[in-house]
């Protein structure tokens, strides 16, 4: 079954030293010798890379070949570096400055590491399952004929063992069970510690059976060769070690070969008199330590034998802090060396003092030509990957025909219509959806393209002749993906899907909707999908309280300032059909832009009269965050400004209260996060000496300082009431600010106030005199 060991196991222990001396060197520099301006500590884990350098070691330097993807445990960060350094691909300036600006990242990131980073990580679990979606985005582009099959890669993830606490983990393996997902290997770096203690046993024996009924291969590499031999002649011995606890285990790990030899005799009695009396304190010591994720011959055999595609999770068994003075202690997740303990670990490896840098320190005259050559024939990529932008035309999109529209409606007909019209957009654009697929309105683009599935899935309800609105057949020329009712895998696959250009070289659009409130849900994969620059469209809806008789555990409130503090996501609210066909032809652009990001399209179930337009110059403001629906007088006293499907409200009241208040402008805001960036970015630019106006700062001087504004919006008032603050006009703040209820429109916008009546005595206390 298993192939022979093909690779120089020799060299491979050498270059795992030297990862671990890189590693803890790097730390230790930039912890004790590097100079510390602000007296806080720098940080690192030495003890989690130390668990990991041989299992990295066989990777890069054995198993991994040219097309593998990896997302390697986040405080493995700094092996990953000492890999770029021995291959030649990282500097020694970048190690230097580790965890400073401009250095190597604590954790390995995509967009600020000058090394190729596949998948950033940091918040656990996330970097683990995002490598099972781009695993099914490998499989989409094959499947559409964008990439050879020739040209497939492994997807590796690293992973922390109490990382897979995380749920999310979960979320992915039964959604990849779905879509049959392979070319996955996950390798658990089993030290059983997390970073408060050792882990739980409860959980022990569970990990395995819940990897296998999902469909996964799991390979246990418990013991190293020379401990699997001893044990396997001397089964009191295996009983008894197979019998301690994770704490026990590293606690003997921690206190060494005296403590091995009592606590044996103790236990084992007579037994064990003839082994002890063949170990030394020191042999007993390392021999208990030969645990599978730190032999080689071991990790070799076992990367080798997985040479199909089933996915497959490796428990590799490791001692946290192997090779260090705290190797298992409980306490050594964020602990350091001390010079004195670092000055003892560089003469036990034979680095010189001076010397520490040097790639290959301490590799004697014989076994250099060896590891050098083992470094050469590395598969891994050196460079970072081009991104692939600008592959693309983006047609110009027309807004839907219609008088009363709702934004979700429009959604759906501006996608039919781009899949009706057929292109090269069309034809990359992917959407997914957890489970909301109807009824966020994809349906209509799901009929035309179909549902993606490696395999063919009939429509069986069409076969049976049954009458229905939705096609739900799947083949692997489908261009939705169809998820599980779990928002993260929403955002991971978007993060995935968003990264195909850079991952694959080709360029998908994925489009990725939601209910509103549910973007919470899945806050975190955003985040990790936006700090990684992975773009996408996310259509939300439907959203606030406009959604009426849904109620209230389906009304959202915050998302509007939950966009407004995330970076790489632009948030566009329309209230009318024909401004978010501009933001979507825009949104589309960005995607495929080196200096794009990805947008948030906030939608609405609410059907409203469209405004008639005298010309195309509102849509240059509306891109930019608002314009002026009504223009104000340079006079005026007072201007509503009003966002989304509220604009009907707005209107009307404008229409009303212009009678007495002669210059009253109504303000469209459809993005308080591009005003808010534009108003900081125009000010970081004034200290920089340039002059040039934002563009809120542009529509709101329209009015005179002494102007007040009333500000509404489906949302937390807070999204639009900071407004006050760029010129200093009065702020009379509507909108949501406790949980919705069921209700029609009228009765809740009353009870939320949120109507005409609102905004009257919202604009008279303005400009009345308290
Ligand atoms: C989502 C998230 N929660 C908490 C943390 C803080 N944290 C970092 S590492 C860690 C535990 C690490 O244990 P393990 O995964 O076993 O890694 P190792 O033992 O190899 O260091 C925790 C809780 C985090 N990085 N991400
Ligand atoms: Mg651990």
């Given at each position: 079954m298993l192939k022979p060991v093909t690779t120089d196991i020799e060299a491979l222990k050498i270059l795992d030293e030297r990862l671990r001396w890189l590693s803890a060197w790097t730390i230790h520099h930039a912890n004790h010798i590097r100079e510390n301006?602000?007296?806080?500590?720098v940080g690192g884990h030495q003890a989690s890379c130390a668990s990991m350098t041989a299992i990295m070691a066989t990777l890069y330097f054995?198993?991994?070949?040219?097309?593998d993807r990896v997302a390697v445990k986040p405080h493995a960060g700094p092996v990953l570096h000492a890999i770029h350094y021995l291959l030649g691909s990282q500097s020694r300036e970048a190690l230097e400055n580790?965890?400073?600006?401009?250095?190597?990242?604590?954790y390995p990131s995509r967009t600020k590491d000058?090394?190729?980073?596949?998948f950033s990580t940091g918040s656990v679990g996330l970097g683990v399952a995002v490598t099972l979606f781009a695993s099914l985005v490998q499989d989409y582009l094959t499947a559409h004929g964008w990439?050879?099959?020739?040209d497939r890669g492994r997807f590796v993830a690293l992973i922390g063992?109490?990382?897979?606490?995380?749920?999310n983990i979960y979320e992915a393996i039964i959604e990849g069970v779905k879509h049959d997902v392979k070319n996955l290997w996950w390798i658990v770096d089993?030290?059983?510690?997390s970073l408060d203690a050792t882990s739980a046993?409860?959980?022990?024996?569970?990990f395995d059976e819940i990897f296998r009924s999902c469909g996964w291969r799991v390979v246990e590499l418990r013991y190293g060769k020379k401990l699997s031999r001893t044990l396997d002649g001397n089964k009191a011995l295996k009983d008894w070690f197979e019998r301690l606890s994770n704490a026990e285990l590293s606690a003997l790990h921690y206190q060494g070969g005296a403590a091995w030899r009592s606590r044996i005799e103790a236990e084992l009695g007579n037994a064990a008199a003839t082994f002890l009396k063949s170990y030394n304190d020191d042999a007993l010591a390392s021999l208990f330590t030969d645990l599978g994720g730190h032999c080689m011959e071991t990790l070799v055999e076992a990367f080798d034998a997985a040479d199909d595609d089933v996915p497959t999770l490796f428990i590799a068994w490791t001692i946290?802090?192997?090779?260090?003075?705290?190797?298992?202690?409980?306490?050594?997740?964020?602990g350091l060396m001390n010079p004195t303990q670092m000055a003892a670990l560089r003469e036990s490896m034979d680095v010189r003092e001076g010397r520490e840098?040097?790639?290959?320190?301490?590799?004697?005259e014989n076994a250099r030509p060896g590891v050098e050559a083992l470094i050469e024939r590395?598969?891994?990529?050196?460079e970072k990957r081009s991104r692939a932008f600008g592959q693309v035309a983006v047609p110009a999109i027309p807004a839907p025909s219609g008088d009363e529209q709702s934004t979700q409606a429009a959604f759906g007909r501006i996608l039919l219509d781009l899949s009706k019209a057929g292109g090269d957009l069309a034809d990359r654009i992917v959407t997914t959806s957890p489970d909301v697929t109807v009824s966020t309105n994809l349906g209509a683009w799901v009929n035309q393209r179909g549902l993606f599935r490696r395999s063919e899935m009939p429509d069986i309800f069409a076969q049976a002749k049954?009458?229905?609105?939705q096609k739900w057949a799947a083949s692997n020329e489908g261009q939705h993906i169809e998820l599980g009712i779990a928002e993260s895998n929403l955002f991971l696959m978007l993060a995935a899907a968003g990264l195909s250009g850079d991952l694959f070289g080709e360029r998908l659009f994925p489009i990725g909707t939601l209910?509103?409130?549910?973007i919470a849900r899945g806050l975190d994969a955003l985040n990790y999908a936006c700090y990684q620059d992975a773009r996408f469209l996310l259509v939300a809806t439907?959203?606030?309280?406009?959604?009426?008789?849904?109620?209230?555990?389906?009304q959202s409130i915050n998302p509007p300032l939950i966009a407004l503090g995330q970076p790489g996501l632009r948030h566009y609210e329309p209230a009318y059909a024909d401004e978010l066909a501009a933001m979507m032809e825009e949104g589309f652009r960005l995607i495929d832009d080196p200096a794009g990001e990805s947008t948030y399209l906030r939608l609405s179930t609410r059907s409203i009269r469209q405004v008639e337009r005298a010309?195309?110059?509102?849509r240059e403001g509306a891109l930019s965050g608002g314009y002026w629906l009504r223009e104000p007088a340079p006079n005026a006293e007072a201007a509503i400004v009003a966002m989304g499907a509220v604009m009907p409200e707005a209107l009307a009241a404008w229409d009303e209260l212009s009678e007495d208040i002669p210059g009253l402008g109504l303000l469209a805001v459809t993005s308080p996060d591009l005003l808010h960036r534009g108003w900081t970015v125009a000010q970081a630019a004034r200290w920089g000496g340039q002059r040039k106006p934002s563009h809120v700062e542009q529509l709101l001087s329209r009015?005179?300082?002494s102007a007040g504004l009333v500000t509404i919006a489906?949302?937390?008032?807070?999204s639009l009431s900071w407004l006050g603050g760029v010129l200093g006009q009065r702020v009379a703040p509507l909108g949501v600010e406790k949980f919705g209820q069921t209700g029609s429109l009228a009765d809740l916008y009353a009870t939320y106030r949120l109507d005409g009546d609102a905004i009257t005595k919202a604009v008279a206390e303005l400009l009345l005199p308290a």
């Open positions: 301006r602000d007296g806080l500590k054995h198993a991994l070949g040219p097309n580790f965890r400073g600006l401009g250095g190597a990242q604590s000058r090394i190729p980073v596949d990439m050879d099959d020739s063992d109490a990382e897979l606490d995380e749920g089993y030290n059983r510690q046993d409860r959980m022990f024996e569970r946290k802090g192997f090779g260090l003075p705290f190797a298992g202690h409980k306490d050594n997740h964020a840098w040097e790639s290959l320190e301490s590799v004697g590395s598969r891994v990529a050196r049954i009458a229905s609105a209910y509103d409130p549910f439907p959203s606030g309280i406009t959604l009426g008789p849904e109620g209230g555990a389906h010309d195309d110059g509102w009015l005179p300082p489906d949302a937390a008032p807070a």
